[in-house]
């Protein structure tokens, strides 16, 4: 969560007006930063946070995140229900742990692992814990077998490409571990099995392959990556395991993109995480993540909690959580079957397609992707368009209350600045093409009237989006 700093009470506008309608005296005014000396009506305090929050933006118009912005309200009436249920209390709320229990399984399943029932797995507040859990768990093993074998194990790395999500990033350096990244380049936005490979040594303790990448949606080739881990083996005998970061392809491939693999069915293929809150349709926060085998996920990392009279293993980063996103995955597993994900999915797509075809025939944009993988697309400004940029067009579009983001890319093509669209659910043909109506109208207003540079001190603002 962002870093909040104390406030300079005597330089800033201290205290808050009441909207003299909610209370009974003509003035009333509540500190901002202090807590009130004195109660309110719950009323009061309902409507002056509500007037807090209007300058929120509008969720249905925002285009930047891969984040569930709509559920339907039996599932909201739900969340409600279970708002108070504390998913680390297993003896006190011993169902809502069972429906955890059969996400995990129904989970397993979809992502193909073995017969037999070995896969290991639990939820967590989102992919950014899920992936943390990941990655210590392919550290723990690494450093086991190097310690074994009577090894240095003080020098760890991870292979991925630049793409990855800032998780990773923080992963690297909360543990310890020398981040390896395989630049992007023009015509290669993810990573690739040889680029993989060519990073890897004995102190690799894995490759994460990203499902699909959060710059442009594409999927990685986690297949050519497996096998070109497999080559490394032969050749040089390290064996490298896969973590597969599936935040938003994990609950997508499975019902779009069936027959590939990417899964639990690519042996080299350790674990994978995918967040409930993206293509999963809940609300956030709620994430998920599952190992292969018991052997994948060392014993030391497992804590255990009462459970009926007995205990339960867990691993997780927090210890309180709310339950009422586990109990709407759930909800969403029965409610919308393998049918719903696919329908939910396929209109997700279908909209994506459609409104990467029409950008691409307006002439301006170069499309760095369509939308195939995730429904989800990246482009650009044609190389000749200067007299405005891909963040005048975003400014132009959040005058209208769409959220279209503008970023560059990472490190080596941080010279290419893009727009992403990420069509979720609820984001109908209807709005799609009301969108580009706009998009239209704001291009011929730009090539008309370019837009002059912001003053320098605001220019960072600009690029404030984050993945
Ligand atoms: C590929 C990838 N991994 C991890 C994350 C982090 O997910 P969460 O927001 O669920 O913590 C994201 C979020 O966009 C992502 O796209």
Known sequence: MPLHTQVDESSQDAELDVNPVYVRERSHEIPRYRLPEHSMLPGTALQVVRDELILDGNARL????????????????LMAETAAKNMIDKDEYPQTAELEHRCVNILSNLWNSPAGGTATGCSTTGSSEACMLGGMALLWR??????????????????????????WEKFCRYWQVEPRYVPM??????LRGAEAAAKCDENTIGVVAILGSTMDGSYEPVLEISQALDRLQAGQGHDIPVHVDGASGGFVAPFLQPDLEWDFRVPRVASINSSGHKYGLVYPGVGWVIWRTPDALPEDLVFRVNYLGGEMPTFALNFSRPGAQVAAQYY?????????????QQTCQDVALH????????????????????PVFAFKLRDDITSYSVFDLSERLRMRGWQVPAYTFPADMTDTAVMRIVVRNGFSMDLANLLLTDFRLYVRILEHHPQTQPPPEIQHMRQSFKH
């Open 185 to 190: 380049v023009p015509g290669r936005l993810h």
């Open 62 to 77: 925002n285009l930047a995140t891969f984040v569930t912005t709509w559920m339907e309200p039996e599932a909201e009436l």
């Open 332 to 344: 969403n597993f029965i409610r919308l079957g393998h049918e719903g994900y696919q329908r939910v």
């Open 355 to 374: 409104l990467s075809a029409e950008i691409a025939k307006m002439g301006p944009f170069e499309l760095l992707s369509e939308g195939r993988d995730l």
């Open 142 to 167: 690494w450093r086991a077998g190097r310690r074994a074998a009577g090894l240095d194990a003080t020098k760890p790395n991870l292979v991925m490409g630049s793409n990855v999500q800032v998780c």
